[in-house]
């Protein structure tokens, strides 16, 4: 779980990164739909057991309703790394999506660093995580996560126009100093105005 929330936190924050530069032909995301997820490996340390997002398609802005099951077989300390490969399909070929200002396929490197940047060590972690007892900074115990159905809200996005549309994959691999800890491929369709 806590795999899955860094990768879309790095990929939402890339995003609104990525809002706050030109916004000369940007185009706002409407609909996500048809989300997928599946494990690369049912024996990486990490592995999601349960995933759901509602409702499909999602609207954006808007609600959308997640709970997740994981299970955590090692306690996950830094340095961790999570390497996301982010593929957009064109002419029926997916095509990779190179690394451009933190948006696309990047490696987001000091994961730990980054939570404290976002979460100062000694504050309450956000809610839903706060009430479930879902630690937002490292270490994070070896032991079973569970969020249960919880609502987020999803801001307005407005991305490049060659980015709004269409359908994606994306593989988020986590690692440690030991190797692989967690790998998750994510399927979802991106609609614009």
């Given at each position: 779980?806590k795999l899955l929330?860094l990768?879309v936190?790095?990929v939402?924050?890339s995003l609104?990164?990525a809002?706050?530069r030109?916004?000369?032909?940007r185009?706002?995301v409407?609909?996500?739909e048809?989300?997928?997820w ?8 990490v592995v999601?057991?349960s995933?759901?997002i509602?409702?499909d398609?999602v ?6 309703r ?17 390497h996301?490969?982010?593929e ?6 997916w095509?990779?999506?190179?690394c451009?200002?933190e ?5 987001y ?16 972690c956000p809610e839903p995580?706060f009430?479930?007892?879902?630690p ?12 249960p159905?919880?609502?987020f809200y999803i ?6 126009s060659w980015?709004?549309?269409?359908n994606?994959k ?5 690692s440690g ?6 790998c998750?491929?994510?399927?979802i369709?991106?609609r614009?105005?």
């Amino acid at each position: 779980m806590k795999l899955l929330l860094l990768s879309v936190g790095c990929v939402f924050a890339s995003l609104a990164d990525a809002n706050e530069r030109d916004s000369s032909r940007r185009h706002s995301v409407r609909r996500l739909e048809a989300f997928s997820w599946a494990n690369c490996r049912n024996a990486e340390p990490v592995v999601i057991k349960s995933l759901s997002i509602k409702p499909d398609p999602v609207s954006i802005p808007g609600f959308l309703r997640a709970s997740v099951f994981a299970s955590v077989g090692v306690s996950l300390q830094a340095p961790l790394t999570i390497h996301l490969t982010l593929e957009k399909e064109v002419a029926g070929i997916w095509v990779t999506i190179p690394c451009i200002e933190e948006l696309g396929s990047c490696t987001y490197e000091n994961i730990c660093q980054q939570l404290d940047a976002l979460i100062p060590p000694g504050q309450n972690c956000p809610e839903p995580l706060f009430t479930y007892g879902i630690p937002c900074h490292c270490p994070f115990k070896k032991g079973d996560y569970n969020l249960p159905d919880s609502s987020f809200y999803i801001p307005s996005l407005d991305l490049p126009s060659w980015l709004t549309s269409g359908n994606y994959k994306a593989t988020a691999i986590l690692s440690g100093e030991k190797g692989s800890l967690a790998c998750v491929k994510i399927s979802i369709s991106l609609r614009a105005d």
